[in-house]
């Protein structure tokens, strides 16, 4: 099932897209065009409930569907079975069962344990599916796979031939979005790990409850990013009344570590020793949100666990909102976050540069400036004050996270009426940072306009739900600066490319990748044999005069040329001679770029 909804703001004149867009387009013409949108914690039980139902088994390769289908058919209802591959080349099966009465049904009839001495056995939503002895499992179903290799992210190079034959830059942007954005299966999986944690710490914990929050459930996720996951311990009121007299006797901890972190050692010792998939736990605990990293090999997904930061699932939540109010708004976001990935502001590491989030609070302050039409965006302080009593969230460390939750209860004169495309969107975005007073002034998403930096910082973004802190205070005098010369470099190569179509590099092609950087890419493509290219083979070795010189003497003769005025003669005896015209052609480029 997919879960992608949104209200319907849509004015993307896309040829190529406007087919599976145009479902959006008449929520838009409708009257109650907001009435469709579908509130986070719904969106999340809904995932949660699907992930309860489901299993996970790895298989010897795709073929093994219709046996594992068979079997599993005999004891249980299956809704669908959804195939994928691990970087590690292994197979597996996510199958969705009906209801989870199917689910303990199979496990009950079906499962086992591995009869060794040296594995400690295990519940979990992860298994394996044993071959057969004896005659093979029979199945005459016309049942199809959901989906085959669903966890693969687009091939880059076909994105980028994609991405040069789009007619427009908006076209451009949209299909970036299309193709790199999490699909259902990815999301899917995160709530599968996340289920799987539950159950390995439920039988620690009582109450306990493991949510994705971040990219992979605001809706800005792409196809790879990581995955964030909250542990929160939920008492309800029934819970804790009064009048239950009977009290569960609890440990209380003492000792000179806060409880969070403790309970964050245990967890990485836990997730070391039981979780199976679970594979190069480190636990980070002094930072401001102490987490557990590791890697989930059997979903490839890389994931930071962190103790009761309901803060950062509330902030996803606004995330998710602002995303839906209007359709551009995804869209901009991913070109935005592939260009700076592209140009090094961001990085897959945290450091004193930008990440994700901030560039995202970016370009929503962007979309809440006026413009012809009235803002796209509404201000934060505007969600606020239109918010009721069931919207009242108060998070941990008493931080009211108050908002309006329901968009279908946004009233219609919060929604601008602007038409702006995506190209021009992406370019005034460029432009409006290119002119913004980063030395003096503050981006605040709760105002919807800036205001004066409080503190020295280098770049200023207000937090939305504690407003107080600057979620880019990490970012460092030179990597801001770096920052703005990139949105001026983007603003440049875009009002020259808007005009001006069809290079090389036109459009958002030259703002995600060079074509230099293209072909050196293509060049030296790991794992494709025929085109794996050595450093020795880019030198001449001439098959009629053997050569005696070593690739080291070439290389320093590289040098030389460089250093030393030679005439053109000499140049021309001396220039290295590569073994096909295209490669000396990429060779030449790359060294003129300096990429090397
Ligand atoms: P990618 O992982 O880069 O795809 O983006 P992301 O949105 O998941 O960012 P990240 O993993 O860095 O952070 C995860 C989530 O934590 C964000 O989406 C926010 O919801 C939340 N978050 C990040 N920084 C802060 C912060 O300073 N304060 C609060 N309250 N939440 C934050
Ligand atoms: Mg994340």
């Known amino acids: 099932m997919s879960v992608l909804f949104q209200t ?5 004149p896309i040829r190529h ?3 599976k867009f145009i479902k959006f387009q008449s929520l838009k013409c409708s009257s109650d065009a907001a009435k469709k949108f579908v509130v986070f914690d719904e969106v999340n039980a809904l995932r949660r409930a699907q992930a309860q139902r489901s299993l996970v088994v790895q298989v010897s390769s795709e073929s093994s569907f219709k046996e594992l289908y068979g079997y599993c058919s005999k004891y249980a209802t299956i809704s669908d079975i959804h195939h994928y591959k691990n970087t590690s080349g292994e197979h597996f099966m996510l199958i969705e069962f009906e209801n989870e ?3 303990t049904n199979i496990l009950q009839q079906c499962s086992s344990h591995q009869k060794d001495l040296d594995v400690m056995p295990i519940q979990s939503p992860f298994l394996w599916f044993r071959a057969v002895v004896g005659s093979k499992e029979s199945a005459n179903s016309s049942k199809e796979l959901a989906i085959k290799d669903g966890n693969c992210c687009v091939d880059e190079d076909l994105l980028l031939e994609e991405l040069a034959k789009c007619e427009t830059v908006s076209d451009q942007i949209m299909l970036l979005y299309q ?3 999490l699909n259902d299966i990815g999301i899917r999986l995160r709530f599968m790990v996340a289920r799987q944690m539950e159950m390995i710490f439920q039988s620690l914990y009582s109450n306990i409850v493991v949510q994705p929050f971040g990219s992979s459930v605001n809706g800005f996720g792409k196809m790879g990013c990581d995955l964030d996951l909250v542990l929160t311990n939920v008492l309800t009121k029934e819970m804790t009344s009064a009048s239950r007299r009977l009290v569960y006797q609890d440990k209380k901890y003492e000792g000179r570590r806060t409880p969070w972190q403790r309970h964050l050692e245990l967890i990485a010792h836990l997730l070391q020793l039981r979780a199976p998939g679970a594979s190069r736990v480190q636990a980070i605990l002094n930072a401001r949100v102490p987490i557990v990293k590791y890697s989930h090999d059997l979903t490839d997904l890389d994931c930071d666990l962190c103790y009761n930061n309901t803060s950062g699932v509330y902030m996803s939540e606004l995330l998710w909102l602002y995303g839906s109010v209007d359709a551009r708004v995804r869209p901009l976001t991913f070109a935005v976050r592939r260009w700076a990935r592209a140009v090094g502001i961001t990085q897959p590491h945290p450091g004193r540069w930008v990440t994700n989030f901030p560039l995202t ?4 302050f962007f979309l809440q400036q006026t413009r012809s039409g009235g803002a796209i965006l509404p201000s934060f302080k505007y969600l606020v004050n239109k918010s009721g009593r069931e919207d009242i969230r108060i998070a941990e460390e008493n931080l009211n996270c108050t908002f309006l939750r329901d968009l279908n209860k946004l009233p219609a004169s919060a929604f601008g ?5 995506l190209e021009t969107l992406l370019f005034q975005f460029f432009e409006f940072y290119s002119q913004f007073d980063f030395q003096e002034r503050a981006i605040s998403i709760n105002e919807g306009t800036s205001i004066r930096k409080p503190n020295a910082s280098p770049l200023y973004i207000v937090n939305p739900l504690e407003q107080a802190m600057n979620v880019s205070r990490n970012v460092s005098y030179e990597e801001c600066e770096r920052l703005k010369l990139e949105i001026r470099n983007a603003a440049w190569h875009l009002e020259t490319s808007l005009d001006n179509k069809k290079g090389d590099d036109w459009g958002l092609l030259g703002l995600i990748e060079k074509k230099t950087a293209r072909g050196l890419k293509q060049l030296l493509r790991l794992g494709n044999l025929q085109r794996l290219v050595s450093v020795k083979d880019l030198f001449k070795d001439d098959e009629n005069e053997p050569s005696t010189e070593g690739i080291k003497s070439k290389l320093q003769k ?3 040329n460089k250093s030393t005025e030679k005439t053109d003669s000499d140049e021309k005896s001396e220039k290295v001679k590569f073994k ?13 770029d300096k990429i090397l």
Do not use: C
Request: charged share 30%.
């Open 8 to 12: 319907g703001k849509l004015h993307l």
């Open 558 to 560: 590289f040098g030389k």
């Open 179 to 181: 193709r790199t954005m």
């Open 101 to 103: 009465e199917n689910l």
């Open 17 to 19: 897209f406007r087919n």
């Open 580 to 592: 096909n015209s295209q490669i000396a052609k990429e060779v030449f480029r790359i060294r003129r």
């Open 417 to 421: 009426q602007n038409t702006d495309k």
């Open 361 to 364: 609070l970016m370009v929503l």
